[in-house]
């Protein structure tokens, strides 16, 4: 069979599977764009605990870790027909679900896969990325906060900031430096903290939509016991980029933005207003580019080449975009966009929610110093402490 016949088979046997679980799409239901809105756990759980049996919602991870054991065609069959079915937002599981889980499955020892994957499977348990800190973002490897080692464990103190869902996370990916005399990305060391942990104070930050979603967490001499440690120590930057590799697969090029969506704003807009629908008009097209970019791109690493420059500019061109349809949604919507009243509406939402993708997962000026570096060659920002003691260079 070919890819194309084995994936169109999954995906009709997928849908078959889960017409007994799964219900119908509501077409009145709103949908949520990259986290936007109010959180609402319990049907996330609800839902992830349906699918938990099968293994749908991870269909890459192994099946003894209670996935399918799926290759990315087939596994993209099963997402394919998931969206035939009403799905609740899924988005604050997704950095367990999507980044955090897999991670741990490439770096994560065996007990630790066995204690912490069947949580994040089944939605028990959500997870965030302590990465961010607040003079450590673009510049990752320049984080300070402090792990040492205290007996069977490590004490941990220091700060991290924007960590998203850290207010009902049960565990964080925590990077911290455990040997300042190394060079920055050498003396980094990675754990799975458990939240509850004394000495964790986590302070969510609102934000202009008014949405709470990312906080600034606290360590106060937090113990971290050594079985939580991920990788050995030095592993840290390692650890990270595998994290953020998934982050940039997850995210792909569209942002979760779907085509449906942009449909839905051609429904409101007056047939006497070929303006903005000359705007939809090239909206449509720009997302549509993005998918068969994005489809290239997969079927070339599936086809076990190295990444290509197609995958470096989508963060970009999916920013431009939403920011685009966002604002094309708001001149839609005209006034009525600005009320806020009960739920927020889904393009004022949007439209808020916009800035953020020039800076989360990597500000639009990195994305650049990445695609002059390496896909122009042009020549590199010049980096005088990346072979330096990093306690000589701060
Ligand atoms: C909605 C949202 C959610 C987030 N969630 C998380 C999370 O869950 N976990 C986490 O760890 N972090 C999270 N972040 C943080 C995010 O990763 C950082 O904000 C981002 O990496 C930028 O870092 P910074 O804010 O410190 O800005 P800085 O790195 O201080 O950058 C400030 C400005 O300088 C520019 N700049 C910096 N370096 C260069 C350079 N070398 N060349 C050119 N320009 C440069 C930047 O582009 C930016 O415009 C989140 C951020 C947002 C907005």
Known sequence: MSTVEIAAAR????????????????????????????????????????????????????????????????????????????????????????????????????????????????????????????????????????????????????????????????????????????????????????????????????????????????????????QDRIGEPGDGWRIALTCLTFERGALGGGLGVKEDQVARLAEMIAPGDPVARDRWAARLIEHRVIGMTELRARQARQAGLPPGPEDSGSKLRGTAMIKRLAALGLQVEGPAATVVAGEPDEWQSMFLMSPSLSIRGGTDEIQRNILGERVLGLPAEARVDKDKPFSDTC
């Open 11 to 226: 995906l009709d046997r997928t849908r078959a599977e889960l017409e007994a679980i799964l219900e119908p799409p509501r077409p009145e239901a709103r949908v949520g764009v990259l986290g936007a809105g109010s959180d609402d756990l319990d049907s996330g759980r609800a839902y992830l605990g349906r699918l938990a049996p099968g293994g749908y919602a991870v269909p890459t991870w192994p099946v003894e870790h209670g996935g399918m054991g799926l290759s990315g065609t087939e596994a993209d069959a099963v997402r394919q027909a998931l969206t035939h079915y009403q799905a609740p937002d899924m988005y604050p599981f997704l950095v367990g679900l999507d980044l955090i889980g897999p991670t741990i499955l490439v770096h994560g020892d065996e007990e630790q896969k066995a204690r912490w994957l069947p949580a994040i499977r089944n939605g028990q348990e959500i997870w965030c990325q302590m990465f961010s800190e607040p003079d450590a973002g673009s510049d990752l490897a320049g984080l300070k906060s402090r792990a040492e080692r205290d007996g069977d464990g490590w004490r941990v103190s220091g700060s991290k900031v924007w960590t998203s869902r850290a207010h009902y996370s049960k565990r964080g990916l925590l990077l911290a430096r455990h040997d300042p005399r190394l060079a920055k990305h050498k003396g980094i060391i990675a754990f799975g903290l458990d939240m509850t942990s004394p000495g964790v104070t986590v302070q969510p930050l609102v934000q202009m939509n008014h949405d709470a979603h990312f906080n600034e967490v606290f360590m106060d001499d937090v113990w971290i016991p050594d």
